[in-house]
């Protein structure tokens, strides 16, 4: 059976959808993803924006191996428990007892049609319950019919159900949950916009060691510099204007996250962080803990950005220095503020004036175990996701990415000098034979990362221009290609061809990067045909 998703327009009088066997009644349309069905009224009642299925695919695939993940981590510590218990008493405190697994509760904050919330429900075995909340009356309607067609509706014996409706405000209803006892696992955020006004109260209301999933599809306001103030606003930093903005948006919102986390004495473990398409999607733990907390701000810098040449230069806010007692072996920490300006006013590369990006996010985006664990999950269940193709591209260059920021393009950096485009094999083989690390990077298509120095890089292109000689007579004195040529190369660079610089993701074809599914595809409107009582909050 097809897992990808379908939808079914009806036209005229109540009809049935005949693989499904559904009763379609007159003025809706059948929307199937998996194994879930939805209805979708021609009246417009709530948000639902197909391309998205990528985005709730990986979602699943996630949420499901950080609940595993979870239970493997409480039955160790029952186990432990248990054996303190057998060793106050005379007799086996395991005996005939036995580990229950733990169920989870969800909450999706902003519902609309509830399409994710019921995928959760049927397709995630560890789900107690999910709460799918919406402030629209007529989404929660929506949701409510949905739900009941998938069979997760209130029981008659206990009258609950697996889904269950909430009509309220967003904030208000996570607020609620902020208290120990009544916290949540797992908080979605699937904003229509951005998921800053919703950010504070959902890190609150998650447990320790549990999930807190983002979506904003504000990158206009992210990824370019065009409405900076905006995004200072909401996220309390500036972005960048250079070709790894993408990169730089995602750690625009880890950092709006980590300070939210912070002042409640919790931080974060970002586990994977991806820009897709026209959004960002990141999933993160949030722990408690006071010396951790502390280390946010060793995670966290400002970028000087080189307007000429894309040059970037990092000042971090504080370092962490670690000192181990020899007699006890425990660690001690000394935190300490960070000297700078790391650079002069202008850059040292090609001389052009520099602007202030940040503060942002400046540690691992994803984190290596859980993202090879979502990867063999998906591989072992190709039949259950409609993306599995591109989930697992995307998943294969996340697990190969490097920590270090940021990326780069060969045909971009060859623009700056005015010269050939050398392969992406090429410049990876000279990175790699001088000494250091490469890898590729999600966000962008023919892109690298590197543990070389922007300089590093440029000195790789210099010796390039040796072999491929730019036309001198066309390039400005005051170009920053004519400064960047000027300079000799520190090392000569060696493109010997690099067994390493054919990763894995390289050698199997592999769907990384999204092709348009749909003629004028992208975030789509809002749900406009019935008056809200707040707009912006409707998005699945």
């Not at 432990?80 to 008493?89: G, M, V």
């Not at 993160?284 to 803990?289: A, C, I, L």
């Not at 990326?407 to 971009?412: E, G």
Request: a positive charge.
């Amino acid at each position: 059976m097809s897992t990808a998703a379908a939808t079914v327009p009806i036209a005229g009088s109540t009809s049935a959808d005949t693989q499904s066997g559904i009763v379609i009644p007159e003025g809706y349309t059948l929307h199937t993803e998996n194994n879930s069905h939805i209805l979708i009224s021609s009246k417009d009642e709530a948000f639902l924006n197909p391309v998205q299925e990528f985005n709730r695919d990986l979602s699943v695939a996630c949420i499901r191996v950080w609940s595993e993940m979870i239970n493997r981590e409480k039955e160790v510590k029952w186990k432990q428990a248990q054996e303190r218990r057998a060793r106050r008493t005379t007799t086996d405190a395991t005996e005939g007892k036995e580990y229950r697994p733990y169920k989870f509760v969800l909450l999706e904050a902003l519902s609309a049609t509830g399409l994710r919330s019921i995928r959760y429900a049927k397709e995630i075995p560890l789900v107690r319950f999910v709460i799918a909340n919406d402030l629209s009356e007529s989404a929660t309607a929506a949701m409510r019919r949905n739900v009941d067609l998938n069979g997760l509706g209130p029981s008659p014996e206990t009258g609950e159900g697996k889904v269950r409706v909430n009509e309220g405000d967003a904030c208000a209803l996570m607020y609620n949950h902020r208290t120990e006892k009544t916290r949540v696992d797992a908080v979605d955020l699937d904003p229509y916009g951005t998921a800053a006004p919703f950010l504070d109260a959902a890190v609150q209301a998650v447990n320790d060691g549990g999930l807190l999933c983002v979506t904003c599809t504000d990158l206009a306001v992210l990824a370019t510099t065009n409405y900076f103030e905006k995004c200072f606003s909401n996220y309390g930093g500036i972005p960048v204007k250079a070709e790894y903005c993408h990169e730089a948006a995602l750690r625009l919102v880890l950092n709006t996250i980590s300070t939210s986390a912070g002042r409640y004495g919790r931080y974060i473990e970002p586990l994977l962080a991806l820009s897709v398409d026209f959004y960002v999607r990141l999933f993160v733990r949030v722990h408690s803990g006071p010396v951790e907390v502390k280390k946010a701000a060793s995670n966290t810098s400002m970028y000087y950005i080189c307007s000429g040449c894309q040059s970037f230069f990092a000042q971090k806010l504080g370092r962490t220095i670690e000192k181990i007692n020899e007699s006890t072996g425990s660690k001690n920490y000394q935190f300490k503020t960070q000297a700078g300006p790391p650079v002069p006013s202008e850059c040292p590369d090609c001389g052009f004036p520099l602007h202030v990006s940040g503060p942002m996010w400046s540690g691992p985006l994803h984190n290596t175990e859980f993202v090879s664990k979502v990867l063999d999950h998906v591989e072992g269940n190709l039949d259950k996701y409609g993306t599995s193709a591109r989930m697992r591209g995307m998943l294969t260059v996340a697990k190969e990415e490097l920590h270090t920021p940021f990326y780069f393009t060969p045909a971009k950096v060859a623009g700056f000098f005015h010269c050939t485009t050398p392969s992406l094999e090429e410049v990876a083989s000279a990175l790699l034979n001088a000494g250091s690390d490469v890898s590729r990077s999600h966000a962008c298509p023919g892109s690298l990362k590197t543990t070389a120095s922007r300089t590093d890089i440029y000195d790789v292109f210099r010796c390039w221009v040796r072999k491929h000689p730019v036309k001198m007579d066309k390039i400005s004195n005051t170009s920053p290609a004519a400064r960047l040529l000027a300079k000799e190369p520190g090392a000569e660079a060696d493109f010997t061809k690099h067994p390493k610089s054919v990763t894995q993701s390289s050698k199997v074809k592999l769907v990384r990067y999204q092709q348009n599914p749909l003629p004028n595809w992208g975030p789509g409107s809002k749900a406009s045909g019935i008056k809200r009582k707040r707009t912006g909050e409707d998005n699945e």
